[in-house]
């Protein structure tokens, strides 16, 4: 029989109970909002508070911080960080490894390429003055 929640103590003594997502099996924060469509990989993590929209993929290893947006459609590649308050825009790619850091937006159909980092608070727009729409490398 598989255990339905999961608790993990943290550093201070405070523990987190969290839910295995029917897709994909990933572990969703108790208070986090996921679509019963998204897919969320059995290794990655949704924090308190965050929301991931339709159609969403969360790669393997990945970590959705507190209050977080991932929008509609969005994909994340493998070890990815999602900062506190992050918004990742519908139908935005986000690459394996990169980072995007608290309360920065990725707007809607941006891409974050692999091993990049967003800074905190930044925005990364759908097209570049280049019309490139990409994230620089960190």
Same mark, same amino acid.
Request: aromatic residues 4%; glycine residues 12%; hydrophobic residues 40%.
């Given at each position: 029989m598989s255990r339905v929640f999961e608790e993990i103590e943290d550093g201070r003594g405070g523990v987190t109970k969290y839910r295995k997502h029917p897709n994909g099996r990933g572990f969703v924060e108790v208070s986090a909002s996921v679509d019963a469509s998204a897919f969320i990989a059995p290794t990655s993590y949704v924090e308190a508070g965050a929301e991931i929209g339709r159609s969403v993929r969360i790669g393997p290893g990945c970590w959705i911080g507190r209050n977080a947006l991932v929008g509609a459609t969005a994909q994340l590649g493998a070890s990815v960080r999602i900062g506190e308050g992050a918004v990742i825009g519908a139908g935005s790619k986000v690459g394996s490894y990169a980072r995007v850091g608290d309360n920065a937006r990725v707007t +809607? +159909?941006?891409?974050?390429?692999?091993? @990049?980092?967003?800074?905190?608070?930044?925005?990364?727009? *759908?097209? @570049? *003055?280049? +019309?490139? +729409?990409?994230? *620089?490398?960190?």
């Open positions: +809607g +159909g941006a891409r974050v390429p692999a091993d @990049s980092t967003v800074a905190d608070n930044a925005v990364i727009a *759908s097209k @570049s *003055s280049r +019309g490139e +729409g990409w994230a *620089s490398a960190a």
